[in-house]
Every structure is written in C-alpha cells, then in structure tokens.
C-alpha cells in the first residue's frame, strides 16, 4: 500500500483492545479525497469501532491514523482540528432533543466556527433543502420522523462543512419505508464528490454509488475491492459466507 | 401478494367507515349510579365513604368554628415582628424598599415573559390585596396597597421598554442590590447587623442565598462526580457523602461552631451568614446527587454526536448535556428547595428567630395567651405560599420544556 497525496484517510496496523478484548487486530486502509467506500461485516467485526477511531471517539493503542495530513494523537488540538473536518451521522441519529431542528443544525458553526447566527441560519435553511425538509425547521426532533431525523443529522454534520463524511450503519435503525429517503440524500453527497467512508449493509447502494468495499471480520480488515470484485469474484472464503448470508 | 394486497386494503377501509359510524360507548350512568359506582361498591367501600364523610363534617366544623372565633389582633399587633423580626425600626423602611423592588420588576416580568410571571405576578397582587382586607392600620392598608401598584407600574414600564435583556439583568442584579440595601454599612447607610434580621425577612434571605448557591454548588459537585480527574473526582465524592451522612441540624451546629475557627484572629462572620453557609453546603450535597442522575440519564451518544461536530468539552456540558440532564430532575430539584424553605426553620438551635422562631416567641406572649392556632394559621399560610408557589412554578417550567415529550 502505497500513500499518495490525494490519500486524505490513512490508517497503519490499527489497534484497539477493551479490557482484554482485541477488537482491532491490525487494520491498515487508505481512501482517496471524493471516495466512497462501503465497509460491510457481521455484528461484532470492528467495522464500526474502526470508523469511530477516525474521528477520536474510540481511541487508537497502537499504529498510525492521518486524516487530511494530520496525525491523531493524544493531543487536543489535532483531535479538535480533525473532527471539524470530520462529520458523522449516527445508527441512532443523536439529535438534540432539547433544540430545534434549525438550532440543532446552527450549533457546531456557531460555537465552533463562530459564525454569526445569520450566517449560520442561512447554511441551515440550505442544508434543509438540501435533504429535502425545509418546512421541519422549528419543529423538535422528537416531532419528526426516523427517515426525517437522519437527514436532519445528516445536514447537522455538513453544516461543519467537512471534507469527509462517516456514516454508521446510518439506516438500520429506520423503519424499511424510510430507508430510501436516507439513501438517497447519502448518494446525492457521493455524487457531489464527498469522500465518504459508510459502514451499511445496504448494498443496493454500495453496488450503485461505492467506489471500493471493505469487508471487516473478527477486527480485521479481510478483504477489499471494488463493488464488481466483491459481488462476483470475492476472494475470501469469509467474505463468500457472509454475501450469501445476507444476500439470500 | 398481488391478490392479498388490495383485498386488506379494502379490509382496512371498512373498518375505518364502522370505527366512524360507531359513537363510543356510553360510560356516564347519573348521580346515582356514579355514587354507587365509587362510593358505596361493597361494604369495606361504603364503610371508607361513612367514615371520611365524618372526618371531613368534623373538620369542617372545626374550621368554621376557628373562622368565626379567630382573634386575629395577635397577627395584627406582632405583623412587624413575624414580617423583619428586630430589624432596627428606623431602618425598616429599606425592607420596605426592597419588597417594592421585586413587586416592580415582577410587574415588569409578568408583560414581558407572560406564563409563569404572569402567574405569580396574579397570585402576590391577589395576596396583598387578600392581606389589606385583614385589620390591618391605614399605613399597612396604604403600603400594600402601593404595591399593587407598583406591579401595575412595573407592568407599565415593560410596555414601553420591551427588553427582556434589561430586565433579566436587573433581576440578576437585585439579590445583590437588595442584600447591600438591607445590610448597610456602605454609602451613609447604617449598617443593620443581619444577627437583627428576623421572621420572614430571615426565611427568605436564608431560602434565597440557599437556593441561589446551592444549586451551582451541586451542579458543580454533580459534574466532579463524574470526572477523568481523580483528584476532582474523589474530592466531590468524599463531600457529598460526608455532608449527606451528617443531619442539617448538624450541620448548621457545626457552622456556627467550627467555621469560626478557620476565620484569621479578629474575623468574625456573622452568626446569619454562618447560617446561609451551612444550609448551601447541606442543600448542594443533596443536589449534587439528584444532578448526577440527571446526567446518567441523558444518553451515551449525545457526547459523541456533540463530539463528532467539534464541541469541546465545557460546550458539550453547557449545550449539550446540562439543559437535559437539568430537565429531566427539575421535580427533585424544586423538591429539594421546598425542604430547603421549611428546614430554614431551624437556625431556631443558633439562637435566630425566622418565621417559626418568632411565632414561638410571639405564642408566650403574656397578652396573647391561649391563640397559638392563629399565630400557626398564619405563618403555615405564608409557608404554603412560599411552598406551592416553587411547585407552581416548576409545574409550568416541566410544561414550557417539554419534559417527557421530547
């Protein structure tokens, strides 16, 4: 594996242990600025830990994690400057339920951008229409939704303006019919050369809008390739196993 | 599916047309079959019914009886004594004072913010004007009166100048304002020891510095509690649990004994003050602890949501965790208050007389033997108020936040 400049995510033999368990075994990846990559695997695989350590709220205990040329260390100020790069949308949307959808959107770039209200208003009221729900604005979370709360949580994470965007099992918690509505506001971004990094096992998406898969196992990264590769040549023995599982 | 799925939607039609032909069923059966229902259903029931039929003819009775008997000259001729205590007679016009500030910034509020102010702006106007029906002398009569209208006025003044931001401000500032003026000592004003203060005026100087320090006490200690830093955390471990296995009466004791000893040679602090320590070091331990579960309650990822856009972490307390963690304990917290409000009673042990200590004195009174219910009648009113009022208000605050809807 050989980094270049245009690698903006790069991970080297990535540890991560709870207590006494090894839920990172070693997991080396890279993605390139305005990629998309589907990371798929059975419950307990590291794939969502793995995610979660590209933004800091799992910390890493041995190897290397650069994102957009900084290192994640220890130190506050590369983990404040990665995360203002970094959004992530969550499995259970994680809205603010004491704030408005609008206020819930405003507040990272008020208070960490610090923009004026009326700035940051203005991005709001475009994301919103953006993931197509302009007229929630003043409603709360708990008024909306599931499909409408994730794009809500969507458009919180782009209001930051990010260079890369996580997604964490972003629709397993949706009601099927709501599915779609998420999906296609997360391919819409793919078009507009987001990089994005989605652990999901939608893979109607992954087949129309991932540049490359990555299927995790046992805190390992087992197997990648592009979306063709995966579904009809996989490799690993894994990989085959866990595909007709959920593609009965 | 092609053939199931039309005919469930058929289905789903005719329900939806006999669910709105069909009226509910009818569950009122008259006065008759209403007291049978719920007063004399079995005999265990109607014997209950008989019984508290009784108890409540004979309190009724009772309290008729007391109404028309009740010799309120007692309340009437010792109002001053149950209102300031000893507060120096001269000087009592800066109560007076200070009572006026809060009715004028209340009749601001009530303009301004409407829902509760507006409540409690209603509910002190109709106690003052209840109070200046009682026997009170002209110059009572008038001064109540005057403040009535200075909630008017107050009113009045918000419709002209809208800013909430002033008035918040302004009552930020009182509680200092309010102290200095009663305290003097500053700017040609007599100084009045607070040891002088007494009856309601000590109740609420006690019940306000109590409530004001004490809550940003416990939230601190709440938020230590929970702490990466050992040192912060075992420190508001150690002192919530101490101060939580020592009784009040213990407490306020110890503070009239102890701090004193900690106070460099020729300091001394005034017993009142002592007083108001202890009670905000008692109340914030209790706080502490109904915090931390509001805390616990507020959900792992809203962190890590808050985390993810970049909040660090004194915004992700502030913005994020606090006001729902606050939220979901305000029935605990005002709880708390409400005992915090009564026990104020008891600096009776470092010999001040508050409300309750002064009734005790004014029921030995040589001309006043024997109308111990009146004296009690009354201050058990005024701590109703004080107490409903804070329940009142954490009612109509629970509603305006939404507590259990979102």
């Known amino acids: 594996m050989v980094s270049t400049d245009s690698d903006i995510i790069i991970a080297k033999d990535v540890h991560k242990w709870y207590g006494g368990f090894h839920a990172l075994r070693g997991v080396s990846m890279t993605v390139k600025k305005g990629e998309v990559v589907v990371v798929f695997g059975p419950s307990g695989s590291g794939k969502s830990t793995f995610i979660r350590t590209i933004n800091r709220l799992e910390e890493h205990q041995r190897g290397q994690i650069i994102v957009d ?33 609008r206020d819930n959107i405003m507040l990272a770039p008020m208070w960490v951008r610090k923009w004026n209200r009326d700035k940051a208003d203005q ?6 229409e953006r993931v197509g729900i302009p007229e929630q604005a003043d409603k709360y979370p ?20 990010p260079k890369i965007m996580l997604f964490d099992e972003p629709t397993s918690a949706l009601d099927p019919e709501m599915i779609k509505e998420v999906l296609d506001v997360m391919t819409q971004l793919a078009k507009s050369g987001m990089t994005m ?22 805190g390992l990264l087992i197997e990648e390739g592009t979306p063709e590769q995966i579904f009809h040549n996989p490799q690993h023995d894994r990989t085959k196993l866990f595909l007709s599982q959920i593609l009965h | 599916m092609g053939v199931i799925l039309p005919h469930s939607h058929t289905h789903q039609l005719n329900m939806a047309t006999t669910t709105d032909t069909l009226k509910p069923p009818v569950t009122s059966v008259g006065v008759i079959g209403w007291l ?67 009715a004028f910034l209340l009749g601001a509020s009530w303009r301004l913010w409407r829902g509760i102010m507006q409540q409690v702006g209603i509910a002190i106007g109709a106690l003052f004007v209840v109070l200046a029906l009682l026997p009170f002398d002209m110059n009572a009569r008038l001064y109540l009166a005057g403040i009535v209208a200075l909630i008017a006025i107050g009113f009045g003044c918000a419709l002209v100048v809208r800013s909430r931001r002033l008035f918040l401000a302004l009552w930020v500032l009182s509680p200092f304002v309010i102290a200095v003026l009663l305290a003097g000592g500053v700017a040609g004003l007599p100084a009045v020891a607070p040891d002088l203060w007494g009856g309601l005026l000590l109740t609420l100087a006690l019940a306000v510095v109590g409530v004001g320090l004490s809550f940003p006490l416990g939230v601190l200690l709440a938020v230590g509690r929970q702490s990466d830093y050992p040192v912060i955390k075992w420190f508001s471990i150690l002192y919530i649990e101490i101060v939580r296995g020592v009784p009040l009466i213990t407490v306020i004791f110890a503070a009239q004994i102890i701090l004193p000893i900690f106070l460099p040679e020729g300091m001394s602090i005034d017993r009142v003050v002592r007083a108001m320590v202890a009670f905000v070091l008692f109340t914030a331990a209790y706080l ?85 219910n009146e004296v009690l009648v009354f201050i058990a009113a005024i701590y109703f108020v004080g107490c409903y009022a804070m329940t009142y208000a954490s009612r109509r605050l629970e509603k305006k936040l939404g507590v259990g809807e979102r």
């Not at chain 1, 991005?123 to 919103?128: D, G, N, P, S, T």
């Not at chain 1, 109607?204 to 299927?215: H, Y």
């Not at chain 2, 209950?48 to 001729?77: E, H, K, P, R």
Request: proline share 1%; net charge positive; aromatic share 8%.
């Open chain 1, 69 to 101: 040329g900084i290192e994640l260390t220890n130190d506050i100020r590369n983990i404040e400057a990665i995360r203002m790069e970094v959004g992530m949308v969550f499995q259970q949307f994680n809205l603010f339920p004491h704030l408005t959808v």
């Open chain 1, 123 to 128: 991005v709001a009221k475009e994301l919103l």
């Open chain 1, 142 to 161: 708990n008024q909306l939704s599931g499909g409408q709360q994730q794009r809500v949580a969507i458009a919180r994470a782009l209001a930051m303006q």
């Open chain 1, 197 to 218: 990094i989605c652990v999901t096992h939608e893979m109607g998406f992954a087949r129309g809008v991932a540049k490359r898969m990555m299927f995790f196992d046992g």
């Open chain 2, 36 to 102: 049978h229902k719920n007063l004399f259903s079995s005999w265990l029931n109607s014997i209950l019914t008989i019984v508290a039929l009784w108890l409540i003819y004979n309190l009724a009775v009772g309290l008729v009886g007391f109404v028309l008997s009740a010799n309120w000259n007692v309340v009437v001729a010792n109002l001053r004594l149950f209102m300031i205590g000893r507060y120096t007679l001269e000087e009592a016009w800066r109560v007076e004072v200070s009572a006026a500030v809060v």
């Open chain 2, 288 to 372: 502490a602890e109904i915090v931390r579960g509001g805390l616990q309650a507020v959900g792992r990822g809203q962190g890590e949501a808050a985390k993810a856009i970049g909040l660090n972490t004194f915004q992700i307390l502030w913005l994020i965790i606090l006001p729902q963690a606050l939220r979901s304990v305000i029935p605990a917290i005002v709880g708390q208050f409400i005992s915090l409000f009564k026990d104020t009673s008891l600096v009776a042990i470092a010999g001040l007389l508050d409300l309750a200590g002064i009734a005790n004195s004014v029921i030995s009174q040589k001309e006043f033997l024997g109308l111990q």
